[in-house]
């Protein structure tokens, strides 16, 4: 039980900042490519 908790925070650690990087670069590219159609 101990090393799933243990499993789980590093996930919720590690993982909701490296998905707030994706988004972002995903925010980044779709505005360059509507950019880009106009």
């Not at 101990?2 to 925070?9: N, Y």
């Amino acid at each position: 039980m101990d090393l799933t908790i243990l499993v789980v925070g590093l996930i919720l650690g590690v993982g909701i900042p490296l998905r707030n990087k994706v988004i972002k670069k995903r925010r980044e590219n779709m505005k360059e490519k509507g950019n880009e159609e106009k």
